[in-house]
């Protein structure tokens, strides 16, 4: 079993830089890729970035394309997500997720989220 807590967020100014952690504990996350997920008021949860086991591969959003960066330290066993040039519409709450295999459809764990909010 794998438990994911996710920390990092705030209320910043448009403009402003975040880094999200999402720190696994229970068993090493060295194996998964990992996903950040977030979910604005009314709106679906949408998948924001992805990073594989290694780090080697990496997926982002069309949306978050430049400014929003994954990346993984192992030996911690933590994800990261660095979002830079904050905008009003990145405000939600944001979470990581683990699948088993950069290839799998379905994210097995999930963290319990951390509110970013974005003032103009």
């Known amino acids: 079993q794998v438990q994911l807590v996710e920390s990092g967020g705030g209320l910043v100014q448009d403009g402003a830089s975040l880094r999200l952690s999402c720190t696994a504990s229970?068993?090493?996350?060295?194996?998964?890729?990992v996903g950040w997920f977030r979910q604005a008021p009314g709106k679906e949860r949408e998948l924001a970035a992805e990073i594989s086991p290694t780090g080697r591969f990496t997926y982002y959003a069309d949306s978050v394309k430049g400014r929003f960066t994954v990346s993984r330290d192992n030996a911690q066993n933590t994800v990261y997500l660095q979002i830079d040039s904050l905008k009003p519409e990145d405000t939600a709450v944001y979470y990581c997720?683990?699948?088993?295999?950069?290839?799998?459809?379905?994210?097995?764990?999930w963290g319990q989220g951390t509110q970013v909010a974005v003032s103009s």
């Open positions: 229970g068993r090493t996350i060295d194996n998964y890729a």
């Open positions: 997720a683990a699948k088993p295999t950069w290839y799998s459809t379905n994210y097995d764990y």
